[in-house]
């Protein structure tokens, strides 16, 4: 079933149908102000922090509410209803609607009673503050006189478990007043000012363009007792009863008219945010000038799209199209920014960083914009502990310059994080992240860069933090010579410990030689050359001895010493990860590569995408496979877990498999399944978490949308992968592994400071390799383009 579409000239997806299967979301603001709303305006908002800095209120695993509400009634008639479809919901028979979800701004169109309304919701670039900007318009012959609403549920504290929990303490704290165009809402008064006389927990609702006729700081006494968001009695009876909260829940209700001549539109902006009563002022009276919104949203628009163009392509395959050039790429921005903080599964209590999730994360964004990327990479390394392991969680607030951040080794750091142990892999990422920054930007001196380490006040350069990395697996070893899981090694559900060992990691760290030692070649650091290379010798025979099995790549070892993912075990008998990863990582041969992937397709593969492993536990998991805690197909437990899908499309692209990896990639784009909705449930236009595997009675069915590392592993699945784009240090291969029917494609991408203009053409239907490569008219024997052969217009043509 069809619920809306993509229309890829403005950037946005279309949802004409409202009643979609779950809430489709995005995203509005920045690292300063977060805001979360769906396609029936619910959702929340929060400053900085989902769990430290929440200011609207949301009811999580329920019915979408509360939200951004707009109400209107016909003052003549007393029928009502809502800017969006909820919270009234109207019979889709008579109220019409279309929503529009883009680049930081999400924009609502309802027709009903022959009024036409038009909210658009966005956070002002570089602001922080959200903005709700209502425009109404009488389609009718005779005059209309038309009440707007304004409602937002304010938390009763900035803390969100508190606000939701303590309520002996919370309905206890919170005062609201009406103040000329606004509603001011103070919590806990009388704790010590600032200089300015407030103790910077305030917020507002106001409103600009029109007068305000009533008003309500009072969540009852706005929607009544025994009443819902669906018929407030203040919009029931066309009034606000002026009365304000002292001591229980607290709320934004403003109300205005609007008398409108036949075909007249008039529009009013609400204003949210968490400011003093004399910014919230000056704030709002820049939208007594209702045109600065549309400024505004082309700012959004402008900023955003220009962002996007850095790498675009046209290819016969809309739905790669459409994620690759928008929404994947968008997405990773978001993800890059919230991390797992704050959406409508992750409820905002997270406050910080994974550090494997943010690491990889900033891979997605590198080819569009390398500086922002480079701004985080800083800041992981700064929260790299200086044994060479990564901090399980960096919390947001962390100071990049103090060096004295507590570790896994710290109790108060346990206690404050919940995180008890290093993890196996976290560190590890830096190695295709630093890598493929420097190899997008050329930026060697990087490696040279002083950075401090998270727990002492001493700087390290760049290249010793990634030596200290490697340290850290090989003074982290097991039994056999192999990294040990250690608390987990990417799979939250596999504890290994510091006695079982994961092929998962020992093949990140052969990957990791591999990389350090291009940047010890620059070094001319052959000492290390000579380690690195032995080393990794020594690792991959090791991989290859203890692990290979016939067709397959074992998962591990368990604490016992027993194998985990050998073919004859009766369940988890083949495991995704490890074989992806052995081409990834460069380990596998050609033979095992290919058998490998078969074995994949065969045993793994369904027709919503790969399974993370297969058979699902039941009856044989061992103490460490905590995903027997979820039922078969689900999550880790034989679920098609989302992130892997990036790396099984990047493996089959770099054996030259195009047909085979956008194979996977349609199996599990969400653009891909649009006109199957009702199946995914999720948004079709975002990475979720997982997808029920095919022993689940919703086969089909995915969960955790937006924060996810889907987004950037898919992202670099197609962009590396399947586009082929692979900078390196010297310049840029291009080397696409497409489908074969594709004929013809065409690439934009900007890259050190030049533009490239890609035509691929496949006149005999090919895969992948080249027989022709032409850079600015000439023809090159190689489909690598050195740096300085470069031009500020750079013109190729690759004949497959």
């Not at 279309?14 to 619910?42: K, Q």
């Not at 929503?99 to 999400?106: E, M």
């Not at 027709?111 to 318009?137: Q, R």
């Not at 000579?530 to 692990?547: D, F």
Request: glycine share 8%; net charge negative; with cysteine.
């Amino acid at each position: 079933m069809k619920y809306g579409f993509f229309d890829e000239e403005k950037r946005e997806y279309v949802i004409t149908r409202p009643d979609t299967p779950a809430p489709w979301c995005n995203y509005l603001g920045s690292p300063e102000y977060g805001a979360i709303i769906s396609n029936n305006a619910g959702g929340y908002s929060f400053v900085k922090s989902g769990a430290n800095g929440r200011i609207l209120r949301y009811h999580f695993n329920s019915d979408d509410t509360p939200g951004r509400y707009i109400y209107l009634r016909d003052d003549e008639n007393g029928d009502y209803w809502s800017a969006s479809w909820q919270p009234v919901g109207k019979d889709l028979e008579l109220y019409k609607s279309e929503v529009r979800h883009g680049t930081a701004y999400t924009k609502m169109k309802a027709d009903y009673a022959e009024i036409t309304s038009e909210a658009t919701y966005y956070v002002p670039l570089g602001k922080d503050y959200e903005v709700w900007c209502e425009k109404v318009t009488n389609n009718s012959n005779k005059e209309r006189k038309i009440s707007v609403f304004g409602f937002a549920e304010f938390t009763n504290d900035d803390n969100y478990n508190q606000d939701q929990v303590n309520l002996q303490y919370t309905l206890c704290i919170s005062q609201t007043s009406f103040r000329d165009n606004l509603i001011y809402q103070q919590i806990n008064i009388n704790a010590e000012k600032r200089e300015d006389g407030t103790n910077g927990l305030e917020r507002f609702f106001g409103l600009a363009g029109n007068p305000v006729a009533s008003y309500n700081g009072d969540k009852e006494a706005f929607i009544g007792l025994y009443h819902s968001y669906g018929n407030p009695v203040a919009v029931e009876r066309g009034e606000c009863d002026g009365v304000c909260n002292y001591n229980e829940n607290s709320c934004g209700g403003l109300h205005t008219k609007l008398t409108l001549a036949p075909g007249e539109s008039k529009t009013v902006v609400f204003v949210l945010g968490k400011h003093t009563e004399k910014e919230a002022k000056a704030i709002i009276a820049n939208y007594e000038d209702t045109t600065t919104c549309e400024k505004e949203v082309n700012e959004l628009i402008n900023f955003w799209h220009k962002k996007l163009e850095n790498f675009k392509v046209n290819t016969p395959s809309e739905s790669f199209n459409a994620m690759v050039n928008t929404w994947n790429a968008y997405q990773c921005f978001l993800t890059f920014t919230w991390s797992r903080a704050a959406s409508f599964v992750y409820c905002g209590e997270r406050n910080g960083y994974g550090y494997r999730d943010t690491v990889q994360d900033i891979q997605g964004v590198i080819h569009t914009d390398p500086e922002a990327a480079l701004e985080k990479i800083r800041f992981m390394l700064s929260a790299q502990v200086d044994n060479g392991g990564g901090l399980p969680l960096v919390r947001f607030d962390h100071d990049e310059r103090a060096g004295h951040e507590g570790t896994p080794d710290d109790e108060w750091y346990v206690r404050e994080t919940g995180h008890p142990a290093y993890r196996a892999d976290d560190a590890l990422w830096l190695f295709p992240t630093v890598f493929k920054y420097i190899a997008e930007t050329g930026n060697l001196d990087f490696i040279d860069e002083e950075i401090t380490w998270s727990n002492v006040e001493k700087k390290a350069t760049v290249y010793e933090h990634l030596q200290k990395a490697i340290d850290f697996s090989m003074n982290h070893l097991g039994p056999h010579g192999l990294p040990a899981g250690l608390h987990a090694d990417w799979n939250d559900c596999l504890r290994l410990g510091k006695q079982g060992e994961s092929s998962f990691v020992a093949m990140q760290l052969y990957y990791a030689f591999t990389v350090m030692k291009a940047f010890a070649e620059y070094k001319k650091d052959t000492d290390y050359i000579a380690y690195l290379e032995k080393t990794q010798k020594e690792v991959g025979e090791k991989i290859n001895n203890l692990w290979w099995e016939d067709d397959r790549f074992n998962r591990g070892f368990k604490e016992t010493g027993e194998l985990i993912g050998s073919k004859n075990d009766p369940e988890a008998s083949m495991w995704l990860n490890p074989q992806s990863w052995s081409i990834i990582s460069g380990l596998a041969t050609k033979e095992q590569a290919d058998k490998a992937l078969e074995s994949v397709n065969r045993e793994l593969n369904t027709a919503y995408g790969a399974k993370v492993m297969a058979p699902s536990y039941v009856d044989h998991a061992f103490d460490g496979a905590l995903a027997i805690l979820f039922p078969p197909s689900t999550k880790e437990n034989g679920g098609i877990f989302s992130q892997p899908q990036g790396w099984i499309i990047l493996a089959n692209a770099l054996m030259g498999y195009g047909n085979e990896a956008f194979k996977y990639f349609e199996e599990t784009s969400p653009a891909s399944q649009n006109e199957s909705a009702e199946i995914r449930k999720l948004e079709p236009y975002v990475h979720g978490q997982y997808t029920e595997g095919d022993e689940s009675p919703f086969h089909g069915r995915s969960h955790v949308h937006w924060l996810t590392g889907t987004a950037s592993t898919c992202m670099v699945g197609c962009v590396e992968g399947i586009c082929g784009i692979r900078p390196d240090f010297g310049g840029i291969r291009i080397a696409p592994a497409i489908p074969s029917t594709w004929d013809k494609f065409t690439m934009e991408k900007n890259f050190r400071g030049c533009k490239l203009n890609i035509t691929v053409e496949n006149p005999n239907g090919r895969e992948s390799g080249f027989s022709k490569f032409v850079v600015n008219g000439e023809e090159y024997s190689d489909n690598y383009i050195p740096a300085d052969k470069l031009t500020e217009v750079t013109e190729v043509k690759i004949v497959l």
